[in-house]
């Protein structure tokens, strides 16, 4: 069946240092793809999504790139802030079902120190 | 603020004890979602509705959770008999109809079984 594997945390970077979170995906079909973030005490917000091959996701300076030769969308930031700090899940969902559930990567913590 | 809400946020219960949770969802999201997120892992799917009616539940759900949507809005979901592994983070999503919509989050109902 479809899966998500993301790299293993804990992350821990020094304010303004380069980001980058790994994510591949296996799935039989074309799935969205999509990065979750969790703020401690928080739920999960949508951080960005891409839903076809060659889309890049962007948003508070995060980025990732469908990349569907090599099944993956890393998520990279150029300058992390402390406020970064949370956990980040990767997850794909296959649109072509009717349920259009989401599968999910364990998740990845992130901590950035002043 | 219109968001998914969840309660309780939090409950503790001794074995063997009935639980119910309810899930209110964004007023025009016709599905919702229940994921189950253990510590130190990503969330996995639970059941779907499409307004009241239960579409898919996972083998993860046993005889004895049981979720309801009786009105094609709020949703609980029910755990009878709670053992010590269901404690985990129950997590309520929806989303309107279409291909590519988002799904939103709840903060989730953290249960404890002790």
């Known amino acids: 069946g479809d899966s998500v594997t993301q790299m293993e945390g804990p992350v821990t970077l020094s304010e303004e240092a380069f980001l980058t979170i790994n994510c591949t995906y296996t799935?039989?079909?074309?799935?969205?793809l999509f990065w979750y973030v969790q703020y401690p005490g928080e739920g999960l917000q949508l951080l960005l999504k891409a839903t076809k091959a060659d889309d890049k996701g962007s948003n508070k300076g995060f980025e990732a790139t469908y990349r569907k030769e090599t099944t993956s969308f890393h998520l990279e930031k150029g300058s992390v802030q402390v406020s970064d700090s949370a956990v980040y899940f990767c997850?794909?969902?296959?649109?072509?079902?009717?349920?259009?559930?989401?599968?999910w990567g364990l998740g990845t913590s992130l901590a950035v120190n002043p | 603020d219109t968001g998914v809400s969840q309660d309780p946020r939090h409950k503790i219960t001794k074995r063997g004890q009935n639980v119910t949770f309810r899930c209110d969802p964004i007023?025009?999201?016709?599905?919702l979602y229940w994921y189950r997120q253990t510590l130190g892992q990503g969330p996995e799917f639970l059941t779907y509705?499409?307004?009241?009616?239960?579409?898919?539940k996972s083998r993860l759900l046993s005889d004895r959770f049981s979720a309801e949507r009786p009105k094609g809005s709020f949703s609980t979901l029910e755990i009878q008999r709670t053992e010590q592994g269901d404690s985990a983070m129950y997590l309520c999503?929806?989303?309107?109809?279409?291909?590519?919509?988002?799904?939103?989050f709840g903060q989730g109902t953290r249960l404890t079984v002790v």
């Open positions: 997850a794909l969902r296959d649109d072509a079902g009717n349920n259009r559930k989401l599968i």
């Open positions: 999503a929806s989303r309107r109809e279409g291909r590519n919509t988002e799904a939103f």
């Open positions: 007023s025009e999201h016709n599905r």
């Open positions: 509705f499409q307004n009241e009616a239960q579409l898919e």
């Open positions: 799935a039989t079909g074309y799935p969205s």
